[in-house]
Structures are given as C-alpha cells and as structure tokens.
Antibody, heavy 124, light 106 residues
Framework: QLQLQESGPGLVKPSETLSLTCTVS??????????WGWIRQPPGKGLEWIGS???????YYNPSLKSRVTISVDTSKNQFSLRVTSVTAPEMAVYYC????????????????WGQGTLVTVSS | SYELTQPPSVSVSPGQTASITCSGE??????VSWYQQKSGQSPVLVIS???KRPSGIPERFSGSNSGNTATLTISGTQAMDEGDYYC?????????FGTGTMVTVL
C-alpha cells in the first residue's frame, strides 16, 4: 500500500530556508510511472502547487515561487525533498507531498495519493 | 496565469443533489480533476480525467466538463460528503487548483 510521509522542522525563522522530506513506501521514486510533487495550504485557505519532479527527471515549479524552490530526489532512500529559501510569515502552511501518475495524455496531470501533511510555522 | 474559479460554498439537504462548478477559460479543452478534503485531513482524489472515479470512490460522485465550466455532481448527498472540494487542471506546465468550495449538508 502506498504511503507518503512528510518530515522536517515545524518552525522556520523568516528569511531562512524551509526544508522538508517526503519518504515514500509502496512505490519507487525512480519509477518512470510517476511524478512527485509538493503542495501547500495556509490555514483556512486553498491549495497551492509548489512544484513537481516529473517522471522524466525534469523539475517543474510554480512560476511565482520558481526562484526560491528546489525539489530533488534521493533514490537510495526512496525520498524526495523540498527547499524553499527566504521564507516569509505568509508561507506558514500545511505542506503536502503527493504522487502523480505518468499521464497517458499530454494534459492529464493529477495527484492520486497525498501524504498526511506537515505544518510549518514561519516565525522568529 | 490560468485561474479556476469555484463558488465559495454550496449547501445541500441529505439525499439531494449537490453541484459544484469550476470555471476557467476554455476549460473544456483541458482535463479536470476533483479533490475532496474533509476537516483536518489530506485531500482525496474523487474524479480524474473529467469523469473517472478512482477505485473506492462511491458512484454518487460524477463529473463533467464542457466549454468554460466543469461540474462535480454528488447525487444522493450524505452527511459524510461534507467538506471542501477543489478542482484542478494542468496549464502551461503547471498544476492549477480552483479556489475551493465548502459543501455543507444541512
């Protein structure tokens, strides 16, 4: 059964770097059948896609965050990670990792499994 | 950037039909997925590729997409269907989520 588990510091200071890891069990992060992504949700607000590491190995990022975000993979640990630099208080959110199946059609992109999420607070 | 707009809230009586719309320019040319998020939980995929239900999702959930509007329909709504619903599409190499709709079963 597929499981995704986010981990990382729950508190980050403004202007510092947020780093989270998603540990995957039940599927391989190196499989060409899947892409892996990060989504966040500020308290009481909607979902915002941060970025994804595609099955091709190419990263795709939300244009509004692109200059500050890096997503990488560690196949030896079956994990993928998120780094967001220079965080600010409004970036306090629950951060989710999720899996997307490789699309059969060029526009068919969606997330079929999500982790439970981890709350990251940005405060000094 | 591409935007998907949903009504903030929809109310429905138990057993009745709830319809949640998602509007975007030429949305019918894209595939739309829908996610259900209950309070304090992670989102769950309920519809992909406009109309496909993943395994384990009840038949009362259905979807359609045409023109500028996609619709998620919950037939015979149950109390357990209460929660937030988000549409999502893919545009210009980005995942775009809708603004979200809170469904209340009165």
């Amino acid at each position: 059964q597929l499981q995704l588990q986010e981990s990382g510091p729950g508190l980050v200071k403004p202007s510092e770097t947020l780093s989270l890891t998603c540990t995957v069990s039940g599927a391989s992060v190196s499989s060409s059948n899947y892409s892996w992504g990060w989504i966040r949700q500020p308290p009481g607000k909607g979902l915002e896609w941060i970025g994804s590491l595609h099955y091709s190995g190419t990263p795709y990022y939300n244009p509004s965050l692109k200059s500050r975000v890096t997503i990488s993979v560690d196949t030896s640990k079956n994990q993928f990670s998120l780094r967001v630099t220079s965080v600010t208080a409004p970036e306090m959110a629950v951060y989710y990792c999720a899996r997307a199946p490789t699309p059969l059609d060029d526009h068919l992109y969606f997330f079929d499994y999500w982790g439970q999420g981890t709350l990251v607070t940005v405060s000094s | 950037s591409y935007e998907l707009t949903q009504p903030p809230s929809v109310s429905v009586s138990p057993g009745q039909t709830a319809s949640i719309t998602c509007s975007g320019e030429k949305l019918g040319d894209k595939y739309v997925s829908w996610y259900q998020q209950k309070s304090g939980q992670s989102p769950v995929l309920v519809i992909s590729q406009d109309t496909k239900r993943p395994s384990g999702i009840p038949e009362r959930f259905s979807g359609s997409n045409s023109g500028n509007t996609a619709t998620l329909t919950i037939s015979g709504t149950q109390a357990m269907d209460e929660g937030d619903y988000y549409c999502q599409a893919w545009d210009s190499s980005t995942y775009v989520f809708g603004t979200g709709t809170m469904v209340t079963v009165l």
